[in-house]
């Protein structure tokens, strides 16, 4: 019988009405031998008093509103390591997810069959139904990631890189290694860098095809399209906004610690290029100047 504790651990920034319909489906595992943190990093809807009205149960750590996804996790984290065993483990989900009764099970059979391995799901957007993420990789002689959305038959992907999007940790890779990096990377890419350091510490990274993790892929981030013309405002906050996949600070500091040294240089101006490409679909001037978009701030 199952007796590894596992410790979910999420975050949210004003997101009452999403976190609420995440914790609902943590509420109702199957696996029973859990226990949910919620790092709250300064909300200011109601989302904190929600959750402690609602859910008795669960552990709500307060942050100052300047945590974001990484410093959320390094809270959670650093809470949960003062009271987790060797055995047990730590599932991270972002609070924009929704999940199946059988999500935890299916987790820690995997990880449980799989010691010193992170494991991590595939996920799918909740209004297309079609596979967003699988299994990650990266082709550094190109500067490219590579998503194996795969109809493959496999029940195990082996993966360069995994998101906290439904991924199971053994208490011992923190242990090991630390925690995340929320010093360079507060919100985009520290799990791909903890990934890569996890990886040259020898843990095996895998996702499981049968854990699903229903996510709702409109409201992550900002750089996934951008538009033919944009505003200067767009392009500095596509480039530095913390809430940018295409922010060139994380994407220098993930090239930094996880690119093999032969393809560093190549990977650097990569990223200088497409920044002068962008910059050239500034409006003529800048005096072609689309509205400003507010970007919101989502954990």
């Given at each position: 019988k199952m007796k590894n504790k596992v410790f979910l651990l999420t975050s949210c920034h004003n997101e009452k009405d999403t976190i609420l319909s995440?914790?609902?489906t943590l509420e109702n595992q199957t696996y029973k031998y859990t226990e949910i943190i919620v790092v709250d990093d300064g909300s200011t809807d109601g989302t904190l008093e929600t959750i402690k009205k609602k859910y008795s149960k669960i552990t709500v750590i307060?942050?100052?509103g300047?945590?974001?996804?990484?410093?959320s996790l390094v809270k959670g984290i650093n809470y949960i390591l003062r009271f987790a065993k060797i055995t047990d483990y730590i599932l991270t989900i972002n609070s924009d997810c929704e999940v199946?009764?059988?999500?935890?099970?299916?987790?820690?059979?995997s990880a449980n069959s799989h010691p010193k391995s992170i494991i991590g799901?595939?996920?799918i957007d909740i209004k297309s139904n079609?596979?967003?993420d699988a299994a990650i990789s990266r082709d550094w002689s190109q500067g490219k990631f590579h998503k194996q959305l795969s109809k493959d038959k496999k029940r195990y992907l082996s993966s360069e890189f995994l998101s906290t999007k439904g991924v199971i940790y053994p208490i011992k890779v923190f242990k090991k290694i630390g925690s995340f990096n929320h010093k360079h990377l507060p919100h985009y890419l520290s799990d791909y860098e903890f990934s890569c350091r996890a990886r040259k510490a020898g843990f095996k990274l895998l996702v499981d095809?049968?854990?699903k993790v229903f996510n709702h892929i409109d409201r992550t981030g900002i750089g996934n399209i951008v538009p033919n013309v944009i505003s200067f405002a767009d392009f500095f906050q596509l480039l530095f906004s913390r809430k940018s996949r295409i922010n060139i600070s994380d994407h220098f500091h993930l090239i930094n610690v996880c690119c093999p040294r032969k393809y560093k240089f190549k990977n650097y101006l990569i990223i200088l290029i497409k920044s002068l490409y962008l910059f050239t679909n500034i409006g003529i001037l800048g005096k072609i100047s689309l509205p400003v978009k507010k970007f919101h701030r989502q954990t």
């Amino acid at each position: 019988k199952m007796k590894n504790k596992v410790f979910l651990l999420t975050s949210c920034h004003n997101e009452k009405d999403t976190i609420l319909s995440l914790l609902k489906t943590l509420e109702n595992q199957t696996y029973k031998y859990t226990e949910i943190i919620v790092v709250d990093d300064g909300s200011t809807d109601g989302t904190l008093e929600t959750i402690k009205k609602k859910y008795s149960k669960i552990t709500v750590i307060k942050g100052d509103g300047d945590l974001w996804w990484t410093g959320s996790l390094v809270k959670g984290i650093n809470y949960i390591l003062r009271f987790a065993k060797i055995t047990d483990y730590i599932l991270t989900i972002n609070s924009d997810c929704e999940v199946k009764t059988d999500f935890v099970t299916n987790l820690i059979k995997s990880a449980n069959s799989h010691p010193k391995s992170i494991i991590g799901s595939t996920i799918i957007d909740i209004k297309s139904n079609k596979i967003f993420d699988a299994a990650i990789s990266r082709d550094w002689s190109q500067g490219k990631f590579h998503k194996q959305l795969s109809k493959d038959k496999k029940r195990y992907l082996s993966s360069e890189f995994l998101s906290t999007k439904g991924v199971i940790y053994p208490i011992k890779v923190f242990k090991k290694i630390g925690s995340f990096n929320h010093k360079h990377l507060p919100h985009y890419l520290s799990d791909y860098e903890f990934s890569c350091r996890a990886r040259k510490a020898g843990f095996k990274l895998l996702v499981d095809t049968k854990s699903k993790v229903f996510n709702h892929i409109d409201r992550t981030g900002i750089g996934n399209i951008v538009p033919n013309v944009i505003s200067f405002a767009d392009f500095f906050q596509l480039l530095f906004s913390r809430k940018s996949r295409i922010n060139i600070s994380d994407h220098f500091h993930l090239i930094n610690v996880c690119c093999p040294r032969k393809y560093k240089f190549k990977n650097y101006l990569i990223i200088l290029i497409k920044s002068l490409y962008l910059f050239t679909n500034i409006g003529i001037l800048g005096k072609i100047s689309l509205p400003v978009k507010k970007f919101h701030r989502q954990t």
